[in-house]
């Protein structure tokens, strides 16, 4: 079957660097997005990888392993304001999105 | 540039009354999704469109859902009748090859 797995939840401080873990399994693969969503909002596009390694975006960046079916987003100079839920979705061969549970992320001054 | 409009953005009825939401994507955009989420989860496909065809729809339960796309711009999605379960977040969303563009989202409670 197909499956996304990430943390429930994480907690960071304020300033702070904190990187979120995905892994996947999906029929063939067509790219991993990241999605972040505040509470009571609609999921907003943050990244996608297709080929292994690093993007980055000012303070967030993605990684993405093929080989693993891992993922990462790291996010870097924390603030208040991400305080939110991060959705980890895998494209399968069909182009259909595999969608995570998603991972709250709190931060602490 | 117009983002994805949605309505109603809440409501409330009763079990098995009926009720139906109604998605505007962003003009240009051929593919659009139905999306149902509930606390603490992803989001859920009930149902993809390509332009006006059903491409994915095996998620819809059929026996009251329903959904379509007319001239393949705007969608609705209507269920009925409604049960306690159906009470989530309806997300519409259009784009392309993977980044979607979501509408804020119809919060159904169901009493």
């Known amino acids: 079957g197909q499956n996304i797995d990430q943390p429930t939840e994480m907690t960071a401080t304020e300033g702070a660097i904190v990187q979120i873990n995905c892994t996947y399994q999906?029929?063939?693969?067509?790219?991993l997005f990241w999605y972040q969503q505040h509470a009571g909002e609609a999921p907003t596009f943050l990244s996608y990888?297709?080929l292994d390694g690093l993007e980055e975006k000012g303070r967030f960046s993605s990684f993405l392993s093929r080989s693993k079916g891992y993922s990462y987003l790291l996010l870097k100079e924390l603030q208040m304001k991400d305080s939110a839920s991060y959705l980890c979705?895998?494209?399968?061969?069909?182009?259909?999105?595999?969608w995570g549970a998603g991972t709250k992320l709190i931060i602490k001054p | 540039e117009a983002g994805v409009v949605q309505s109603p953005r809440y409501k409330i009825i009763e079990k098995k009354q009926p009720v139906a939401f109604w998605c505007n994507p962003i003009s240009g955009h051929n593919t659009l999704y139905w999306y149902r989420q509930n606390l603490g989860q992803g989001p859920e496909l009930l149902i993809r469109y390509e332009n006006e065809e059903a491409v994915d729809d095996s998620q819809l339960p059929k026996d009251r859902f329903s959904a379509e796309r007319l001239k393949g711009v705007d969608s609705t999605l209507k269920i009925q009748p409604a049960e306690l379960g159906d009470s989530a977040v309806y997300l519409c969303?259009?784009?392309?090859?993977?980044?979607?563009?979501f509408g804020e989202g119809s919060r159904l409670t169901v009493l």
């Open positions: 979705a895998a494209m399968d061969s069909n182009y259909q999105l595999i």
């Open positions: 999906t029929s063939g693969f067509n790219g």
């Open positions: 990888n297709v």
């Open positions: 969303a259009s784009g392309s090859t993977g980044e979607l563009f």
